[in-house]
């Protein structure tokens, strides 16, 4: 296989053959978050402060199962993938101690993704700054370098931990999220993008806080680079370009009264403190704070609640040993005392709140401060210094810039930022089916319209009926779109994160194997980024260790479009799942691809675990079901000789339609070409329409994974197709049928051929 070499042109990617390539991909994988050594989930609390000691080592997947993991990605018809990676996987044991175990490893995996066709690009992730703060991404030592004791996130409630938690089954459905707005978070972003400004007294090894994380975090990201431009046979072949960080969050920069909760502060749930309270608590004072749930209709007030840490403080006392990292800490900056205490914020001998302004406006100019004015001052200087760190290493790697989510995106458009080989990164979800983990027919919310102050008021973004909220999700992210042409500029723009819960309506879905508000909320996401006019997508998430009673095994989250406790969606003209004793099933393994129940799994796909939505221990049905695939498993252009104008699969009737527009013939070696799963296309159930022109359905072999494609020589101008597939009844795939039941009782009796 030769270079892929897949450039940016404008708003499109292009191959050499210059046709236009759509990006059809999936986030690889959420197991990269925690380490394989110790293999600590956010539910195992054993050895979880010994976060220095750790390895990445085998994450996302051994080098053994790679090949089956992406064989199975590229038969599902991905041919993109976002690289899942930590900053504390490179730099878990100290400041500039990098782990070469690590690096090498990820570069063999890096290796057999060249082999598939995949294009790659690279995620530093993270989520609320930290594993040990309730997310991913940095590690442990960040924490002690800004001063901070995570042995007493716990009590101070600075940061919700599920790893902490006495009964790690109770830590409620998305709380994690909430640590956004909590003490350790809103402290870490805000020095890590504006510590010189906000926290001048914080100054380590001879420069200030802001620059001792940024520069550690960037000089990681440039050696994992370098390492992988030394490999000599990854960049541009395989790997296209670098993301940046994931989800950044201003922390409290441009907060106007932090004895107050922001009114942009939609999310609320739990205790829900003011960034005041949150300071207070940190440092031992009780606290009663507002406590919060999510309805329908978004967050309500639900009472009051003491917190009291009873004088435990979040601060690292004035006795800690620094040596231990080998840093050398300010004399100026007093272990012991909150930060903010110390730079004026509030008074600790009367706990009064001096400053409630103090992060409204820039200290050093006094020019007022909002989330537009920090993406376009702190969050763009960090990004340009991380984009220059990765071009000194590659200077063709292509940047996919991502700004904070949700949120206008830096104005760029015709500065000297407006960078040719830059891209938009962009996330969404569907935020009322995300946190209510229910897929609501009746109605839903234009939530980027309220932000953008489409409304008068709020009532008027509700959308009735599952027509209008199709077209509202739609809608959303082609206003996402429009707008990163208006701020960014001429450049491609890729959704890196959308997807759906699979755990809703209390895990009914794992208890009666019927995936039909999965299939409906898939759907639906899969239909408005058809509609969007973006460059692709990489769904969020492929998750190697999903299974049904701890989901993506991270703070109850289940987003997994693979789980072990479910099957997987047959292909061709089958039209139940395929027994593991069959001709097809043999067929099938001899090209790679794992079935869904089969020697090596079958006792974990006979195994019912024990869990609903609240953990608690009630017992599932054995049906398992086929986690929405006919959904997700849609056709797709692949590439497109022109144009793209517009795409979109009709799931309900089994029917792809597309157009393009294209300024000559299509060259014998460049055809449009289209991917059809079999499962909804198979070659003889298949009708294709088109405009003009001759088309024909083949499958490509690649790695041994058979890859239906629909490959079309047209003429200029507009050209269109039509291709219409098996429509089945709805609900025929919703879970396994009888004969499939009956064939797992004979295996468990040890009555079938593969015992």
Not at 238 to 243: K, P, Q, S, T
Not at 366 to 380: A, I, P, R, V
Not at 722 to 733: A, D, L
Request: hydrophobic fraction near 35%; proline fraction near 6%; charged fraction near 20%.
């Amino acid at each position: 296989m030769g270079p892929l070499c897949l450039r940016v042109d404008g708003q499109s990617f292009r191959d050499p053959q210059n046709r236009e390539i759509i990006l059809r991909g999936i986030n690889v994988a959420g197991d990269a978050k925690y380490p394989k050594s110790p293999d600590i989930p956010t539910y195992i609390s054993d050895k979880f402060f010994d976060a220095d000691n750790v390895s990445f080592v085998g994450r996302p997947f051994a080098l053994e199962d790679s090949h089956t993991h992406f064989k199975r990605l590229r038969k599902w018809g991905y041919n993109s993938i976002r690289y899942i990676f930590t900053w504390e996987a490179i730099e878990h044991a100290g400041p500039g101690i990098y782990d070469e175990e690590w690096i090498a490893f990820t570069i063999e995996v890096l290796r057999i993704a060249k082999q598939y066709g995949f294009y790659v690009f690279m995620d530093p992730h993270q989520d609320v700054w930290s594993r040990l703060s309730g997310g991913s991404g940095a590690p442990m030592w960040t924490l002690y370098a800004a001063g901070l004791d995570p042995r007493a996130f716990k009590k101070t409630e600075a940061a919700l931990v599920q790893n902490t938690y006495d009964n790690p089954s109770e830590f409620p459905k998305m709380i994690w999220s909430t640590n956004y707005t909590r003490l350790v978070c809103q402290t870490m972003f805000t020095l890590f993008w504006a510590g010189r400004d906000f926290a001048p007294k914080a100054v380590i090894d001879g420069v200030n806080i802001q620059e001792y994380l940024q520069g550690h975090f960037i000089a990681a990201c440039k050696h994992l680079a370098q390492k992988i431009h030394d490999a000599g046979d990854l960049e541009d072949e395989v790997i296209i370009g670098w993301e940046s960080m994931n989800e950044p969050h201003r922390g409290l920069v441009g907060v106007q009264d932090i004895s107050v909760i922001p009114a942009e502060q939609q999310l609320q749930l739990g205790t829900s403190p003011t960034a005041f309270q949150a300071m207070l608590t940190g440092s031992g004072r009780a606290c009663e704070e507002g406590t919060w749930a999510f309805g329908s209709f978004g967050p309500y007030q639900t009472g009051r609640e003491l917190v009291d840490p009873e004088g435990e403080s979040v601060w690292l006392p004035v006795d800690y040993n620094d040596s231990k990292y080998g840093w050398q800490r300010d004399s100026g900056w007093k272990l012991g005392v909150c930060l903010w205490a110390q730079h004026g914020v509030w008074d600790p001998s009367s706990d009064t709140l001096l400053q409630k302004d103090y992060f409204s406006k820039n200290p050093q100019s006094g020019e007022k401060l909002d989330y537009e004015k920090f993406t376009n001052s702190y969050f763009l200087h960090h990004y340009r210094a991380y984009r220059d760190a990765i071009r000194s290493v590659w200077p063709g790697a292509i940047l996919l810039c991502q700004p904070p989510v949700m949120e206008v995106p830096p104005d760029v458009k015709g500065t000297v930022d407006d960078d040719p080989n830059m891209v938009h990164a962009v996330h969404f979800y569907d935020g009322l089916t995300l946190l209510t983990k229910h897929w609501n027919r009746l109605y839903n919310v234009d939530v980027i319209g309220v932000l953008r102050g489409k409304y008068l008021a709020p009532a008027f973004a509700v959308k009735i009926g599952e027509t209008a909220i199709r077209n509202c999700l739609r809608d959303q992210l082609k206003f996402l779109r429009d707008e990163s042409l208006n701020y960014m500029g001429n450049h491609p723009m890729i959704f890196t994160e959308i997807g759906i819960p699979y755990d809703m309506d209390d895990k009914h879905a794992y208890k009666t194997g019927d995936y039909s508000s999965q299939t409906s909320a898939m759907d639906a996401n899969h239909f408005a980024l058809e509609g969007s006019a973006s460059n692709g997508f990489t769904l969020w998430v492929y998750m190697t260790q999903n299974d049904h009673e701890w989901g993506d095994q991270w703070n109850g989250e289940d987003l997994s479009i693979y789980s072990h406790d479910d099957l997987q969606l047959p292909g061709g003209t089958t039209t139940r799942s395929i027994h593991p004793h069959s001709a097809a099933y043999s067929e099938s393994q001899s090209s790679g691809e794992e079935q869904e129940i089969g020697p090596r799994n079958l006792k974990r796909a006979l195994t019912s675990p024990s869990i609903s939505s609240d953990y608690s221990q009630e017992p599932l049905r054995q049906n398992q079901g086929y986690r929405a695939a006919e959904a997700f498993l849609r056709p797709s252009p692949i590439y497109v000789n022109g144009r793209l104008n517009r795409h979109v699969f009709d799931l309900k009737e089994c029917t792809f339609t597309m157009a393009l527009t294209t300024q000559s013939s299509t060259a014998s070696d460049a055809p449009t070409e289209i991917y059809l799963p079999d499962f909804h296309f198979p070659e003889a159930n298949t009708v294709v329409t088109v405009s003009g022109g001759k088309w024909e359905i083949n499958s490509q072999d690649i790695q041994t994974v058979k890859l239906q494609c629909l490959r079309w020589w047209h003429a200029e101008g507009e050209q269109e197709i039509k291709i219409e597939g098996i429509k089945r009844k709805p609900g025929e795939f919703s879970n396994p049928s009888s004969e499939d039941v009956t064939y797992l009782e004979q295996c468990q009796r040890g009555q079938c051929a593969i015992m």
